[in-house]
């Protein structure tokens, strides 16, 4: 059973138009969190929610928007896409916050490709 | 903030020898402090971390890192590397309900 899984993997889309990518996490945490690891694999956290509520919110374009229906999930919606949104996406999970030592569990990315 | 530096973007061992990859962090409040492996096409694996427990953690895969607070250090350590520790290795450090990950180094294994 993977724990964190995030679907597509990989996605090419064309500039200007609009994607999802969606994750799930099976291990019952309840803190989400997406990041954005580019070329350099700099690895930066974009958003972290707990148990559906925005807790940090670092600076992205507003192009970007998390969805968090239940605790289990956390979707990331993008508009407009450009091409340098180009990156690997990882969604991410911790039984509570990361501030307190908690393991954040990752899961296996998604390769998306602005042309 | 807290930050956190990887010195040496690349570091290339022959199978056998030791694996040193250094990291040095900066915090204003005692930190925690992990490192993570990402094998490639992978996500981010947790290989070990240090929660103010003893200073020397051992992690998976035959690995170790020692806390040093004097030295601003989590340095990973290997005694005998594997072809199969090939991957990208990334310290982070928690603090001050902030969290960093360094840039990053490739460890490359040669037979």
């Not at chain 2, 900066?26 to 070990?48: A, H």
């Not at chain 2, 035959?62 to 072809?83: D, I, N, V």
């Amino acid at each position: 059973d993977t724990a964190v899984s995030q679907t597509p993997k990989y996605l090419v889309t064309q500039m200007g138009n609009d994607k999802s990518i969606k994750c799930e996490q099976n291990l019952g945490h309840d803190t989400m969190y997406w990041y954005k690891q580019d070329s350099k694999k700099f690895l930066k956290i974009m958003f972290s929610y707990n148990n559906k509520e925005l807790i940090i919110n670092e600076t992205v374009p507003n192009r970007f928007s998390p969805k968090s229906p239940d605790k289990a999930h956390l979707n990331l919606h993008i508009n407009s896409l450009e091409l340098g949104d180009s990156a690997v996406y990882f969604c991410a999970s911790s039984q509570k916050d990361s501030f307190s030592g908690n393991t954040i569990y990752f899961g296996e990315g998604s390769w998306l490709t602005v042309v | 903030a807290q930050s956190v530096t990887q010195l040496g973007s690349h570091v290339s061992v022959s199978e056998g020898a030791l694996v040193l990859l250094r990291c040095n962090y900066s915090s204003s409040v005692p930190p925690y402090l992990f490192w993570y492996v990402q094998y490639p096409n992978q996500g981010l694996q947790l290989l070990l971390k240090y929660t103010s427990a003893a200073t020397l953690v051992k992690g998976i895969n035959g690995f170790e890192a020692e806390f040093k607070k004097s030295e601003t250090s989590f340095h990973l350590t290997k005694p005998s590397a594997h072809m199969s520790d090939a991957a990208e290795y990334f310290c982070a450090v928690v603090g001050n309900n902030d969290m960093r990950f360094g840039a990053g180094t490739r460890l490359t294994v040669k037979p």
